[in-house]
């Protein structure tokens, strides 16, 4: 599931699996996954898809992690929107609940939050991102059967 537009509000995400476009409020996501007694706060797990019950993590790009090689591309660009849905559900306090130590802060939630350059240089749209005509998501094929 591929991020292709973020709002103040909402994001926009696309299915891999069905194609289905499906806009998620921000309030309804939370940066954490558990995994046993852990807690991962580099992911951020999107609600099953409505359409054919797909799930789907986003990943927040790694501490020292290199540039993306191809800058502007699809996939340099879905980085940075993720890396900006994570910064953004920190700044609000939308974490797991063993994040945020009771009484505590995040402080300790690594964030990336896109500069100003950034998002006049990768953005000066909005935060969203074009896909060519060529790469357009296709619902699967039913069964002539």
Known sequence: MA?????TEDVLQRCARCGSGNRL???SLEVGVARREDVDDSLVQLPPCPTCRSTEVLIRAAVGEPEHPAPGSFGHLHRLLVGHVHAELVQR???????KPKGGSASNV?????SQETRERWFPQGLRIAVPPDEQPHAPEESSQ
């Open 3 to 7: 991020i292709h537009e973020v709002t």
């Open 25 to 27: 409020s921000i309030d």
């Open 93 to 99: 306090e939308r974490l797991h609940r063993g994040i």
């Open 110 to 114: 690594v964030v990336r939050p896109l």
